[in-house]
């Protein structure tokens, strides 16, 4: 693969808590600290955390300039002389460059450059000041990128933990207060993990209940800044277009260390559905909260902080890597479904359709639903999914206080199922062939009135899509994973005939050729099953803003 010259990339770190001192003495504010995976081999193996694993980076690779610009909670006086190029603004205030580290990290160039950012050093606490000085920050960054390169700057990325993209939400709106429309120039894209963009949902349960958590009392502006009655989130869509935010939603509340945070969410749950069955959230931050009306967003089975988080696990540095630098968009739909087995006669049955999505040869999932994750999609009573679940993007734009949680429909138009974004020039080994993604397709059954089961398994059967990009791309759909070693002639053409040799079998064919839908964009390929059946649709389509 070329190596790809990645724009400036600025890590957002999450709320601190009441004390910050323990945060103030974190060089890279939790970036650093990643997972074991014990058992495993190779880069499953060890994680080594977000920054490490960026500097490591043969694809993307990018070099750590944190130091070059330093924060201060009182302002600090330019050192004056020659500056290497910088304005004595830019070496005086608070978020202030040093001259002399910028002349020794950015000698070769400041596109490809990493900046941790450490807003916890800064004063007064709140989140107004918090965007300022990011606002601030990315100015400092196009200057170094203009000053090497003039006319090269194109944005910065950022990936933003909880918190973090409340304070990304704030240095857009700052942006854009300075200068009408930079926000979307100034920024390329985003990723927020956990972020709680609609709230915290136990926010609305009595204050001794709340005060519970640890740091709660703190009464800062930054616990303020969680209210689940507060719209101020559609603000940002008035200054940044959503479609270049992608916000990844953890659903994995059991491994949550701040375990009263699980249970407040477990109590919201009983506002909302009127039960205690479910939890929906990271552990923290609700699903319906971490999203944001017509923005991307995916699952992963992570708790919102701690071992294994969205903040330090493996799956969020490929899932943010391929939204930032990606070749081409995957969307995948269900076109139609029917339910042929289960139905409780005593009780009310309701059915839930999920799908985990992977790429062969690694052992990270870039989308996961299931019932363990309480986000699959449903429930419907329908045998054919037909249900009119409420749109998504109109629940997401109310307050997060409002009674209800309808935010588990289709992801979008058509029964949209998932959007993701892979890159076609990275093979994540010598053996693969094409890009290969397994889906986990999932449909499940449980007695809402608590008679029959809350947990049967409908249909669950696992698929292998092949893709091979280029100006005409070629798709196959595997039932198994017989054709899609390297050893022996699958190569493209031996597929073509595999599949035509075994095209009497129909959907039990081991190899399938998808043809193109023709009046709609992507491919089709059918499911089936004891229990179930389904026809969906996968489109593959190049990345617009993509470089190189």
């Known amino acids: 693969m070329t190596e790809v010259l990645a724009r400036p990339l600025i890590l957002v770190r999450g709320f601190g808590g009441l004390d910050v001192?323990?945060?103030?003495?974190?060089?890279?504010?939790?970036?650093n600290e990643g997972t074991v995976y014990p058992g495993r081999r190779g880069d499953n193996y060890i994680y080594e955390g977000f920054l490490l694993r960026a500097m490591k980076s043969r694809d993307y690779p990018y070099t750590d300039a944190t130091n070059v610009v330093g924060y201060y909670s009182s302002p600090v006086s330019s050192p004056g002389g020659d500056l290497g190029?910088?304005?004595?603004?830019?070496?005086?205030?608070?978020?202030?460059?040093?001259?002399?580290?910028?002349?020794?990290?950015?000698?070769?160039?400041?596109r490809g450059t990493l900046w941790v950012y450490r807003f916890y050093d800064l004063s007064p606490r709140s989140l107004q000041r918090y965007g300022e000085g990011l606002a601030?920050?990315?100015?400092?960054?196009?200057?170094?990128?203009?000053?090497?390169?003039?006319?090269?700057?194109?944005?910065?990325?950022?990936?933003?933990?909880?918190?973090?993209?409340?304070v990304m939400r704030e240095a857009m709106l700052a942006?854009?207060?300075?200068?009408?429309?930079?926000?979307?120039?100034?920024?390329?894209?985003?990723?927020t993990l956990g972020t709680p963009h609609r709230g915290i949902a136990f926010q609305r349960l009595p204050r001794w209940l709340v005060e519970?958590?640890?740091?709660?009392?703190?009464?800062?502006?930054?616990?303020?800044?969680?209210?689940?009655?507060?719209?101020?989130?559609?603000?940002?869509?008035?200054?940044?277009?959503?479609?270049?935010?992608?916000?990844?939603?953890?659903?994995?509340?059991?491994?949550?260390?701040?375990?009263?945070?699980?249970?407040?969410?477990?109590?919201s749950s009983l506002l909302d559905e009127g039960t205690l069955a479910t939890n929906r959230s990271d552990g923290l931050v609700k699903h319906s909260s971490a999203q944001l009306p017509g923005a991307p967003r995916t699952f992963v089975h992570k708790s919102h902080g701690g071992f294994d988080s969205v903040v330090n696990s493996r799956e969020t540095y490929e899932i943010a890597m391929r939204f930032l630098h990606g070749t081409h968009q995957v969307s995948l739909w269900l076109e139609e479904a029917e339910i042929t087995r289960g139905g409780d006669w005593f009780g009310n049955s309701e059915f839930y359709f999920g799908?985990?999505?992977?790429?062969?040869?690694?052992?990270f999932e870039l989308f996961h639903q299931s019932a363990e994750a309480e986000n699959c999609y449903g429930p419907f009573s329908r045998a054919d999914l037909s249900d009119p679940l409420p749109e998504l993007a109109e629940e997401l734009r109310k307050p997060l206080a409002e009674p209800g949680d309808r935010t588990t429909g289709w992801a979008g138009p058509d029964r949209l199922i998932w959007q993701g974004w892979i890159d076609g020039r990275i093979k994540p080994s010598t053996q693969a062939r094409g890009m290969v993604f397994r889906l986990d397709v999932y449909v499940g059954e449980r007695d809402s009135h608590g008679i029959g089961f809350s947990d049967n398994v409908i249909f669950r059967k696992q698929y292998y899509v092949q893709v091979f990009p280029g100006t005409s791309a070629e798709l196959f759909l595997h039932t198994g994973e017989q054709y899609l070693s390297a050893r022996g002639d699958n190569d493209l053409e031996r597929l073509r005939q595999v599949a035509a040799d075994h095209a009497h079998l129909g959907v039990k064919a081991?190899?399938?050729?998808?043809?193109?839908?023709?009046?709609?964009?992507?491919?089709?390929?059918e499911v089936q099953g004891t229990g179930f059946r389904a026809r969906m649709r996968v489109a593959i389509a190049a990345n617009r803003d993509h470089r190189g």
């Not at 101020?232 to 994995?252: M, Y």
């Not at 799908?355 to 052992?363: A, F, M, T, W």
């Not at 050729?513 to 964009?521: A, C, K, M, S, T």
């Open 136 to 166: 601030r920050l990315i100015g400092l960054i196009r200057k170094a990128v203009e000053q090497k390169e003039p006319g090269a700057f194109d944005g910065v990325d950022l990936v933003c933990h909880s918190m973090g993209g409340l």
């Open 175 to 191: 942006l854009d207060r300075q200068e009408k429309g930079s926000a979307s120039r100034l920024v390329h894209r985003v990723v």
């Open 510 to 525: 081991p190899v399938q050729h998808l043809q193109e839908v023709g009046v709609r964009p992507g491919w089709s390929f």
């Open 21 to 31: 001192s323990a945060e103030q003495a974190n060089p890279y504010q939790g970036f």
């Open 85 to 110: 190029g910088w304005d004595p603004e830019d070496t005086g205030g608070t978020v202030v460059v040093d001259h002399q580290v910028a002349e020794r990290v950015l000698r070769e160039a400041a």
């Open 355 to 363: 799908v985990s999505i992977k790429p062969r040869y690694v052992d």
């Open 212 to 267: 519970t958590l640890p740091g709660a009392k703190s009464g800062s502006d930054e616990l303020a800044s969680f209210s689940p009655d507060s719209t101020r989130f559609l603000e940002l869509a008035d200054v940044f277009p959503f479609e270049r935010i992608l916000t990844v939603v953890g659903t994995n509340h059991r491994s949550y260390a701040v375990g009263a945070a699980s249970v407040l969410n477990r109590l």
